[in-house]
C-alpha cells in the first residue's frame, strides 16, 4: 500500500507541475519585439495628430525630423492614406535600407500585403534599428 500511495502523490505532484508549466499566471512574458516598439511608437504619434493643433505639431515635428517639406507629408498622408506615425515609420525603414529604397517603396510593399518583418528582410533592415529612431518622432508628453 505505501507503493501505490507513493505512486500516487507522485502523479498528483506531477500534474500540478505541468498545470503551473501551463499556466499564463506562471509563464514569463516575453520581451517586447522591436516591431510592436515601433508599432507603439506610430499610435502615439496618430493619437497626437487626430486634433488640428496635435496634427501641426506632429507635421511641424516629422518635417523637421525626416527633412521634408510640411507640404510633402500632408500630400504623402492625403496619397498614401496613412497616418503621420505610418509615414514615419515607412521613412525610417526606407533610411535604413541598403539597396536605396524610398518611403513610397516601402509603402508599396506594404500595400501589396508584404508583413512589416519581410519588409525588413527584403531591405536588410534591423528593426531594432528602426525601432530606436523612431522614439524621436514621438512629441514630449503633455502634462495634463
Known amino acids: ?12 505532484a506531477l500534474g500540478y507541475a505541468v498545470l503551473a508549466a501551463a ?25 497626437e495628430a487626430k486634433t ?10 516629422l518635417s523637421t525630423q525626416l527633412g521634408v517639406s510640411q507640404d510633402s507629408l500632408q500630400a504623402q498622408h492625403d496619397a498614401w492614406g496613412l497616418g503621420y506615425g505610418e509615414i514615419a515609420m515607412a521613412y525610417g525603414f526606407a533610411r535604413a535600407s541598403r539597396n536605396g ?5 516601402v509603402v508599396a510593399m506594404r500595400s501589396a500585403g508584404t508583413g512589416w518583418l519581410d519588409i525588413a ?9 528602426v525601432a ?5 518622432h514621438v512629441g514630449p508628453k503633455s502634462a495634463h
Open 1 to 12: 500500500m505505501t507503493g501505490r500511495l507513493l505512486r500516487s502523490l507522485l502523479l498528483v
Open 23 to 47: 499556466s499564463p499566471a506562471t509563464t514569463k512574458t516575453a520581451p517586447e519585439t522591436a516591431l510592436y516598439r515601433i508599432q507603439r511608437t506610430v499610435a502615439r504619434i496618430d493619437a
Open 52 to 61: 488640428p493643433e496635435g496634427e501641426t505639431r506632429v507635421v511641424t515635428r
Open 101 to 105: 529604397r524610398t518611403p513610397a517603396d
Open 121 to 129: 528582410k527584403a531591405l536588410g533592415v534591423k528593426v531594432d534599428a
Open 132 to 136: 530606436n529612431r523612431m522614439k524621436r
